[in-house]
């Protein structure tokens, strides 16, 4: 098998709420759609991000993938099974964490929690798999102490324990980090990629509007927006789909200003910046064509004169690439 999640088609629509006035006048809302052919594959042991503003529809794609809720039409498999006809068999080979710990019994211990999650899930030997999950998120020594007790990352870290409780195929993870302190999400990241990805083999479906989360923990990011996806590929398959634009910063010693403002009708150079600080100018050069233009540039400041002292060249981050594959019309 060589995709462990696929959707094909899959959408999501909700009967839009009606006002009393609405009633009156007996007006038929039409639907509010929150996914709409939404087509994704997701390898195994592959950490995937979705990310995109809120109301994209993230969260509601996890959900339908979870069986939470059922999809209005297309479907989807996790691990070869079909979420809706086969839900049951899904379910076992999934887990979910989100970044709500409201369905934790707050009076009770962690310990509790989680053999009550246990038990609802029907495992053979429920007090060895709480066992194992609190020594893996490393909460053993707080597992008799009440829920209400613990830190937000501690309580986050318990998320994960549930969600690992049936030792799924595929983790999904709602906005894991969401309401922790840096300290504590930093940590968290570096336990769900380390341990949970290259030490125990689990794929890794994750949602976020965090970008620079998704950039140093995705292999492949898919941008949603309004329900659809906009675009879906590793850091650079993505920087393909937006215009060419790197920026180039360069220190030069013994350069004109002169020289400096020509370069900037070289085609291929959308704009220019420079300022000077004693006989070193600073110049930020935003390209179009890396490739042709860069040997050129340097080529005509050497022959005029500078020296070059460094030259460093910056590539679109995912921000920059969000921001322009998103509608920002709100």
């Not at 962690?110 to 029907?122: K, T």
């Not at 999400?185 to 970008?211: D, N, P, Q």
Request: net charge neutral; charged share 30%; glycine share 6%.
């Amino acid at each position: 098998m060589e995709y462990i999640l696929e959707t094909f088609e899959l959408t999501k629509r909700f009967a839009r709420t009606k006002g009393f006035i609405d009633i009156l006048r007996r007006s038929r809302n039409k639907d509010v759609s929150a996914i709409e052919e939404i087509n994704l594959k997701v390898k195994k042991n592959e950490f995937f991000g979705i990310v995109g503003p809120n109301g994209a529809g993230k969260t509601t794609l996890i959900k339908i993938l979870c069986t939470l809720i059922l999809p209005t039409s297309g479907s989807a498999c996790v691990n070869g099974y079909d979420i809706v006809k086969e839900d049951d068999k899904a379910r076992e080979c999934l887990g979910f964490v989100s970044g709500d710990e409201r369905s934790f019994y707050w009076r009770l211990t962690g310990r509790q929690n989680l053999e009550f999650f246990a038990s609802l899930a029907n495992l053979r030997d429920p007090n060895k798999k709480v066992c194992e999950v609190l020594e893996l998120v490393d909460l053993k020594d707080k597992a008799d102490d009440k829920f209400q007790t613990y830190s937000a990352g501690m309580k986050q870290r318990m998320t994960i324990a549930r969600g690992m409780l049936n030792d799924p195929e595929v983790l999904f993870m709602d906005e894991p980090t969401r309401s922790i302190d840096p300290f504590s999400a930093e940590k968290l990241r570096s336990f769900i990629k380390e341990e949970l990805v290259k030490e125990r083999g689990k794929t890794i479906f994750m949602s976020t509007h965090l970008l620079d989360e998704a950039e140093k923990l995705c292999d492949r990011i898919a941008i949603i927006d309004k329900g659809r996806i906009r675009a879906c590929g590793t850091l650079n398959d993505l920087e393909k789909q937006i215009p060419p634009n790197e920026i180039c910063n360069l220190e030069i010693k013994g350069i004109s200003k002169d020289i400096l403002t020509r370069l900037g009708d070289m085609e291929g150079i959308s704009e220019i910046s420079t300022h000077f600080s004693s006989d070193i100018a600073y110049v930020e050069i935003q390209l179009s064509k890396r490739e042709a233009l860069l040997p050129q540039i340097i080529e005509r400041i050497v022959k005029n004169g500078g020296k070059i002292i460094a030259c460093n060249l910056k590539k679109p981050d995912l921000n920059e690439i969000f921001m322009n594959l998103v509608d920002k019309r709100g």
